[in-house]
């Protein structure tokens, strides 16, 4: 029982990570495609990669990444999909080691999965019936439920008057006749502004000489 302690906090000193590099990659590419030479950015000879049997040692994103020891790189083994893998959590990343052997070293390896505009948003039923008095007035409102877009991007945050002060959008308005006549107006919202950032100095600190006994 003493020897196996030992040996295992023995083998975590050994194992301890040498180094941690980080590669970006789109989603949906190709498999095969390369997402980064790991022997270049780690500064390994893949002689060193081969004879240390470097491999991929943390199993969840093996099945999406695959090490090419004769390359030295590393290459998506299956396509990624980032709205199956990570939904709408940001950043979608893939977390794994590469260890190698005889002397043993360890390597954290991120590869952070970025979207792509392959979905287009969806209502959750294809045919909504609303019943509406023959009394309603024009202009009686009735509300949609929203649609859902599972890739992420810039229509989905808050405003911020200091990123942009103004959006313009253009509402076309279509008729029911034969050939279907239509018309737009562009609609120019300004964002006002809020008292939502405080004020920063320009320099951490600042220095002043003052003679004495000057007037206030």
């Excluded at 990444?65 to 950043?91: A, F, Y």
């Amino acid at each position: 029982m003493e020897r196996q302690v030992l040996f295992s906090i023995l083998l975590c000193c050994v194992c301890s990570a040498l180094g941690q590099i980080s590669y970006s990659v789109p989603e949906e590419m190709p498999k095969g495609s390369v997402v980064g030479n790991i022997a270049i950015d780690l500064g390994l000879d893949v002689k060193r990669l081969q004879s240390g049997k470097a491999r991929i040692f943390t199993g969840e994103s093996a099945e999406y990444v695959e090490l090419s020891r004769e390359r030295g790189v590393l290459l998506v083994k299956e396509k990624i999909d980032r709205e199956l893998l990570c939904r709408q959590t940001t950043p979608c990343a893939l977390h794994l080691q590469i260890i190698l052997e005889n002397p043993m070293e360890l390597f954290r390896i991120t590869v952070e999965i970025t979207d792509i505009n392959d979905n287009s948003p969806s209502f959750k039923n294809g045919e909504k019936r609303f019943e509406i008095s023959e009394s309603a007035v024009t202009g009686s409102k009735f509300v949609l439920e929203k649609a859902v877009d599972l890739d992420i991007g810039r229509n989905d945050s808050e405003l911020d008057r200091e990123t942009a002060s103004e959006y313009n959008i253009t509402v076309t308005c279509s008729d029911g006749g034969i050939p279907s006549l239509s018309s737009s107006v562009t609609l120019t919202l300004k964002i006002s502004d809020v008292n939502d950032n405080m004020p920063v100095f320009e320099r951490s600190s600042y220095e002043a000489y003052i003679v004495e006994n000057n007037k206030p």
